[in-house]
């Protein structure tokens, strides 16, 4: 069973923020894979599927991103999943909008949601997607991360985005960490 997680934040208010690429990556492979994630439980939503044999589990934590980790560790219990078949995906500002790096495991590098995840996981070895959404020079970071893509940047930002469902999908289908980070990255 694999569990892929998009970070974000709750809420009309956060829909399309730059802080919300995770859920953004989510919803892009929930339609690829023709599903909704729309079941409410685990204070997040989450739906569950079978691609090619394999269980999959997708979650949007509805905790807010600095508390992502209590939703993330409710699915994980109930469902017994290893934190080696866990992906996250999470927005990145010290990359360019849209760009991806690929990881197998890491620190928080300062991002809340994935501090969260590592208190309540226990660990820091778990899958990561980082999508770029830059930053701006002279921007108040909360201001930025909480902000709206331009329209320019959305045309950055959906090729990444792709990108980002391509890998977790050959992810799925290979189980091949190298191959993901060789062929997606960057």
Not at 24 to 37: E, F, H, P, T
Not at 70 to 87: A, E, G, N
Not at 123 to 129: C, G, V
Request: aromatic letters at 8%; charged letters at 25%.
């Amino acid at each position: 069973m694999k569990l892929i997680v998009g970070l974000g934040n709750p809420g009309k208010k956060y829909d399309q923020t730059r802080h919300n690429t995770g859920f953004m990556v989510i919803d892009a492979l929930a339609k690829r894979l023709n599903v909704s994630v729309d079941n409410k439980k685990f204070d997040g939503l989450y739906t569950k599927l079978k691609y090619q044999g394999e269980d999959i589990i997708l979650l949007k934590p509805q905790t807010y991103m600095n508390e992502s980790g209590l939703s993330v560790s409710q699915v994980m219990k109930y469902f017994k999943v290893d934190s080696d078949d866990v992906m996250v995906v999470y927005d990145d500002m010290d990359m360019p909008t849209g760009k991806l790096r690929i990881r197998l495991k890491g620190s928080a590098g300062g991002h809340n949601g994935i501090k969260s995840l590592i208190a309540h996981m226990h660990t820091q070895e778990f899958k990561r997607i980082r999508v770029g959404i830059d930053k701006m020079k002279h921007y108040d970071t909360v201001d930025w991360v909480l902000g709206h893509f331009s329209i320019p940047e959305m045309q950055l930002l959906l090729p990444g985005i792709d990108k980002a469902v391509d890998a977790i999908v050959c992810w799925i289908e290979t189980d091949d960490m190298n191959k993901v980070m060789n062929q997606y990255n960057g």
